[in-house]
């Protein structure tokens, strides 16, 4: 068992660990936002609430740009380091 506990570090291990998932609920929550923003403006714009379509769209568009910015930040600092 010393030999395993030499090899890992059980502090960084958790700690990575915890940023994972972190990470993955964030990059879900966020992209859920878009997906339901998107969603949301087809089902106004039927009913011809524009305005609120309109503001939907917007939720939509910014939970979607939201997802590609956490991914690319995520992509920029794995290749940093």
């Known amino acids: 068992m010393d030999v ?22 964030t990059v879900s929550l966020v992209a859920s936002i878009g997906i ?5 403006y087809v089902d106004l714009n039927q ?10 769209l917007i939720v939509g568009v910014l939970g979607l740009v939201a997802t590609v910015g956490i991914i690319a930040l995520g992509i920029y600092l794995m290749v940093a380091k």
């Not at 890992?8 to 993955?24: M, P, R, S, Y």
């Not at 339901?36 to 949301?40: F, K, L, N, S, T």
């Not at 009913?47 to 939907?56: F, I, N, S």
């Open 47 to 56: 009913e011809g609430r524009t305005l609120h379509a309109t503001l939907a």
């Open 36 to 40: 339901w923003g998107g969603a949301r």
């Open 4 to 25: 395993l506990a030499s090899v890992i570090n059980g502090k960084e291990l958790w700690q990575t660990v915890a940023a994972a998932f972190v990470g993955a609920m």
